[in-house]
């Protein structure tokens, strides 16, 4: 079995995932790790599969064929672990270059962003246009989570961050 990192984007329409789970499926594959979004009218996903490697290819032709559809993919490997997982919610007003802020800061200290969802929204009692973000990030150890949440801060006074989880 070997490891295959594939992203897919199609303009969205019902029925599209039962159509990508069933073409994995039917070549042996198993579906590991995922992340599906509907974006302006278009479905983009990232899926990590496991499958036989004899499958591969027939796997790849079966989803070339779905209407719309286009792909690209890659092999991977598992990967080192982090020594601490942290989960993080941070709202700010929108700005260009909020993304370029945080992403700078996370990685001025040497930490990993491992998953960074964002989304556009407005303030519902002001409309006031904010940005919202949750992110996972892998880092090496505790003194980097007080330094990032610091530096975080750093980026202007209506930045609100809330560790999730543990």
């Not at 479905?43 to 796997?59: D, G, N, V």
């Not at 601490?84 to 802020?101: F, T």
């Not at 150890?141 to 610091?150: G, K, M, P």
């Amino acid at each position: 079995m070997l490891r295959y990192l594939i992203t897919l984007q199609a303009p969205d329409r019902t029925g599209l995932v039962e159509q990508i789970a069933h073409a994995v499926s039917r070549h042996g594959g198993n579906w590991l790790d995922s992340e599906l979004r509907h974006i302006d009218g278009i479905f983009a996903a990232i899926l990590l599969l496991e499958l036989p490697s004899q499958q591969w290819e027939e796997l790849i032709e079966n989803l070339e064929c779905i209407d719309g559809l286009t792909l690209t993919y890659a092999r991977t490997s598992v990967a080192k672990k982090p020594a601490l997982r942290r989960s993080y919610s941070l709202v700010a007003y929108d700005r260009p270059g909020l993304v370029l802020d945080i992403s700078n800061k996370i990685t001025a200290l040497g930490i990993n962003i491992e998953q960074f969802s964002s989304q556009y929204e407005s303030a519902s009692h002001t409309g006031v246009a904010l940005f919202r973000a949750t992110f996972s990030l892998g880092l090496d150890n505790q003194d980097q989570e007080a330094r990032l949440t610091e530096s975080l801060y750093r980026i202007g006074d209506d930045v609100v961050l809330d560790k999730l989880g543990r």
